[in-house]
């Protein structure tokens, strides 16, 4: 019944988002592509579907409309490319996609420096303003020569595509990385008179910080960012939050705006953007054939051996400081210590994906990582048991296998746009466990009913939550997992992008 009701909320949400395209040409662009070009080696290159929600939202779409994805190419295969159509899965699913060439330099200055090592830290509070960040001359040198010039390639390309169709387009941004887009567009389409040829959406992933926290960033850029921001016709964000720290930020630094918080929308300079949070979501129906397949199948033994008899506490997340990693291990060791009747009746599943070890913050927090967890294990280990495994990889099967098993699930981040771990969790698993969830996820504002919530920088709390998680009585677990997993269900990948689409249409612009 389960998998029926999904199959029918899915079919409804893709005849809705097909219906409100209504045949217009949709323009997605982002920095990646939604493709990996794998060379094989007999020195045959294969193009590969990446395995993004985003891309099995638009799967639906491509049979019936002129679908163009543009995005950056950053190796020499990727720059052959131009301007293609692609096959997502079927010969019936296509889409024309216009890879940018960049050369590395000027990737690295806009991808490295701006995107990651300034936007990325600076959204996820990941500063210690006494020491970071130093704005210093090479990074306005990245500003103007990798950033602004990267973001100006992306509007011209969209101009470009935009002039391609007859019909006014749908274009959709995505993410931190294209922050100056949407006032390029304007201006271009301004210069060209080509003002009502499109509709121009953003969605924004990661969190949006408050208005104070805005002052960190130089005011040149941070001007630029919120001025783009309000060339939108819509801004969509994650959460609730996301969208009053964004309302903050215009209040603050954009005097000549105008917010009408009951509308939802922000006038400057005669434009209108409504703004809307869109919590995004999983593709359910890839997510159970994967959990359901027999390569999942072979790592479900693996992980049994794993839990044995005991009670599992799993996190699955990237070697990312703002994961909060380090916090829970300390979490754990406190709960051992203060609740020893867990001691060799509970395991701790870290699967940890390694992520950017290049930047040295990253480095040195994945030592911290496997420091802590040492810790716990000398400290309270066994001859026969130790408190922490860690398995290292990315390996979607196994950590799906793993997410089908825990009886806790953790999920402690600092700051998280989503965290999309804690519905794949929810959807998949079979013991009826039990959510932690940081409040700084952006997850809670959807599952907190159900779920234990912790302040992220609470350790005492955090211990407290594993205890309770681990000793909640039979009947409740199943009620609070039965409960997550029906808000899973009913608002996948399909329902996220539906509403993103709907939203478009009732600005009544060009659709």
Same mark, same amino acid.
């Given at each position: 019944?389960? +998998?029926? &009701? !999904?199959?029918?909320? $899915?079919?409804?949400?893709? @005849?809705? =988002?097909? #219906?409100?395209?209504?045949? /217009?040409?949709?323009?997605?662009?982002?920095?990646?592509?939604?493709?990996?070009?794998?060379?094989k080696k007999s020195g045959e290159v294969v193009i590969q579907r990446s395995g993004g929600g985003l891309v099995t939202a638009l799967l639906g779409l491509a049979q019936n409309i002129e679908a163009t994805w543009i995005a950056a190419a950053i190796?020499?295969?990727?720059?052959?490319?131009?301007?293609?159509?692609?096959?997502?899965?079927?010969?019936?699913?296509?889409?024309?996609?216009?890879?940018?060439?960049?050369?590395?330099?000027?990737?690295?200055?806009?991808?490295?420096?701006?995107? +990651?090592? &300034? !936007?990325?830290?600076? $959204?996820?509070?990941?500063? @210690?303003? =006494?020491? #970071?960040?130093?704005?210093? /001359?090479?990074?306005?040198?990245?500003?103007?020569?990798?950033?602004?010039?990267?973001?100006?390639?992306?509007?011209?390309?969209?101009?470009?595509?935009?002039?391609?169709?007859?019909?006014?387009?749908?274009?959709?941004?995505?993410?931190?990385?294209?922050?100056?887009?949407?006032?390029?567009?304007?201006?271009?389409?301004?210069?060209?008179?080509?003002?009502?040829?499109?509709?121009?959406?953003?969605?924004?992933?990661?969190?949006?910080?408050?208005?104070?926290?805005?002052?960190?960033?130089?005011?040149?850029?941070?001007?630029?960012?919120?001025?783009?921001?309000?060339? !939108?016709?819509?801004?969509?964000?994650?959460?609730?939050?996301?969208?009053?720290?964004?309302?903050?930020?215009?209040?603050?630094?954009?005097?000549?705006?105008?917010?009408?918080?009951?509308?939802?929308?922000?006038w400057r300079n005669y434009h209108k953007t409504k703004v809307q949070n869109f919590p995004i979501s999983i593709d359910n129906k890839h997510l159970l054939e994967i959990a359901n397949s027999e390569e999942t199948k072979k790592y479900d033994k693996?992980?049994?051996?794993?839990?044995?008899?005991?009670?599992?506490?799993?996190?699955?997340?990237?070697?990312?400081?703002?994961?909060?990693?380090?916090?829970?291990?300390?979490?754990?060791?406190?709960?051992?210590?203060?609740?020893?009747?867990?001691?060799?009746?509970?395991?701790?599943?870290?699967?940890?994906?390694?992520?950017?070890?290049?930047?040295?913050?990253?480095?040195?927090?994945?030592?911290?990582?496997?420091?802590?967890?040492?810790?716990?294990?000398?400290?309270?280990?066994?001859?026969?048991?130790?408190?922490?495994?860690?398995?290292?990889?990315?390996?979607?099967?196994?950590?799906?296998?793993?997410?089908?098993?825990?009886?806790?699930?953790?999920?402690?981040?600092?700051?998280?746009?989503?965290?999309?771990?804690?519905?794949?969790?929810?959807?998949?698993?079979?013991?009826?466990?039990?959510?932690?969830?940081?409040?700084?996820?952006?997850?809670?504002?959807?599952?907190?009913?159900?779920?234990?919530?912790?302040?992220?920088?609470?350790?005492?709390?955090?211990?407290?939550?594993?205890?309770?998680?681990?000793?909640?009585?039979?009947?409740?677990?199943?009620?609070?997992?039965?409960?997550?997993?029906?808000?899973?269900?009913?608002?996948?990948?399909?329902k996220w992008f539906s509403d993103l689409i709907t939203a478009i249409k009732n600005l009544g612009l060009t659709i």
């Open positions: 019944m389960k +998998n029926k &009701l !999904l199959e029918i909320n $899915q079919t409804i949400d893709k @005849d809705s =988002i097909k #219906s409100h395209v209504d045949q /217009r040409p949709l323009i997605i662009v982002s920095n990646r592509a939604p493709v990996n070009f794998i060379t190796n020499d295969i990727e720059r052959d490319w131009g301007q293609r159509k692609v096959d997502l899965e079927t010969k019936h699913q296509r889409i024309d996609l216009k890879l940018l060439p960049i050369d590395e330099e000027t990737y690295e200055k806009y991808y490295s420096v701006i995107s +990651n090592q &300034l !936007l990325w830290f600076f $959204q996820h509070s990941m500063w @210690d303003l =006494i020491s #970071s960040p130093n704005i210093t /001359r090479a990074t306005w040198e990245a500003c103007d020569e990798g950033y602004t010039k990267v973001n100006q390639l992306f509007a011209d390309a969209i101009i470009e595509s935009v002039k391609n169709f007859s019909e006014n387009s749908i274009v959709i941004l995505q993410d931190y990385h294209l922050y100056l887009v949407p006032y390029m567009i304007r201006q271009i389409l301004k210069r060209q008179r080509l003002k009502n040829r499109i509709s121009l959406a953003h969605f924004i992933h990661i969190p949006w910080p408050g208005a104070e926290e805005m002052r960190i960033l130089p005011p040149r850029i941070r001007n630029e960012i919120l001025r783009s921001m309000t060339s !939108l016709d819509l801004l969509g964000f994650q959460t609730k939050t996301d969208r009053v720290n964004f309302y903050q930020s215009v209040e603050t630094f954009l005097p000549e705006a105008s917010i009408n918080r009951r509308l939802n929308h922000i693996e992980i049994k051996e794993i839990k044995g008899s005991s009670q599992l506490i799993l996190r699955v997340d990237r070697s990312d400081p703002i994961k909060n990693i380090v916090r829970g291990f300390q979490a754990y060791g406190d709960m051992l210590e203060k609740y020893p009747e867990h001691i060799e009746n509970v395991i701790f599943l870290v699967i940890l994906v390694p992520s950017r070890l290049g930047i040295e913050e990253y480095h040195s927090y994945r030592d911290e990582i496997m420091a802590s967890a040492g810790w716990v294990n000398s400290q309270y280990g066994t001859r026969d048991w130790d408190p922490v495994y860690i398995l290292h990889g990315d390996n979607y099967p196994r950590a799906i296998a793993a997410l089908k098993q825990y009886d806790v699930l953790l999920v402690n981040s600092i700051a998280d746009g989503m965290n999309l771990v804690a519905k794949e969790g929810v959807m998949v698993n079979e013991s009826d466990g039990t959510l932690i969830l940081s409040e700084r996820v952006g997850a809670r504002e959807q599952l907190e009913s159900a779920s234990l919530v912790i302040s992220p920088c609470d350790i005492y709390a955090t211990s407290e939550a594993l205890h309770q998680a681990l000793t909640i009585p039979p009947l409740e677990r199943k009620k609070n997992a039965i409960h997550l997993r029906s808000i899973v269900e009913t608002n996948d990948i399909n």
